[in-house]
């Protein structure tokens, strides 16, 4: 831009305005909030440098191409604009955002404030029940009544206990709308989605590289991918089905149906190809990873009494295997 100020004023001369560009490029670098202070600062410098070139050397010049005097006055008039405007709308942009920053600060600061109230409200709540238990306790008068209560409330923690230890057994291998229907109805409804997204991945070459590694360490580099696939499942949204060997199964749109899914696979697939590439140096026999991804319609429900699978099934489940 400096460069292309520079020819027009040689060829039009300092009285169309044109070396008004070079300031405004020399400032709109430090309207952005972020960039590299350096490059910011040589910008600004070319800009001093190229102005500084034009008032004090080509002032005086002749041009090369002599136009009206309107001619003139409406260049000059109509750069002025252009570069003072260009910085006045971003400057404006500027404030827009910086407004709209602050209202998404102050609604979250109001939601923190209400978050803490309702925490002390329930702390001081649940004081007040351990202090009511209390006063119980101590009024049984008759140890043995005292001893019995106690053998209760031990009880009672215990099964409490197991109960969260249940749920946690059932959470790690189902969905967590499907779990709570479980504990409740001691049943979960099977159900059919008339869109979803499945998702299954392979390695290529396994039975190769499994024939070369001993036992412990393919498992350990299997944990090791599987474990970073679990974690970008969570990231975006999606229900891991399961493992079978090398293979991992899981479904995007379930068990609470949404839009995005096929998006949300893809962007997953996309991570566990960049993580798959990035351990390629790590290990001395490296996984390729291959990927079948298909939307379409299944059903997904719970099978077993005792040892629980949840599953898919369909022509979706199908097509993506293949």
Sequence with gaps: IVMHQIVAVKFLGTGAGFQIFIPVVGIFPFLIPRGNLFIKSFMLLV???GYMYIELFMVNEIPLYTISDNALIAFRVTNILMGFGFIALWAFYLNVAIYRAEVILSERTRELALSEQKAQQEKMQYDLEVTERDNEIFRLRNIELKESFDAILEKNRQIEAEKNKSRKLLLNILPEETANELMHDGKATT???DS???????????????????AEDLVKQIDVYFTAFDEIMRKHGIEKIKTIGDAYMAVGGLPKPNSTHPGDVLLAAKAMLDFTA?????????????????????????????KFQYDIWGDAVNIAAR
Excluded at 196 to 214: P, R, S, W, Y
Excluded at 280 to 305: E, M
């Design 47 to 49: 800009c001093t440098v």
């Design 196 to 214: 979803a997204t499945v998702i299954f991945a392979d390695f290529v070459g396994f039975t190769k590289t499994a024939a070369i590694l001993n």
């Design 191 to 193: 159900r059919r989605y």
């Design 278 to 306: 990035s351990y390629k140096t790590y290990y001395q026999y490296p996984f390729d990873l291959r990927i079948g991804i298909h939307t379409g319609t299944l059903v997904a429900g719970v099978v077993g009494n005792h």
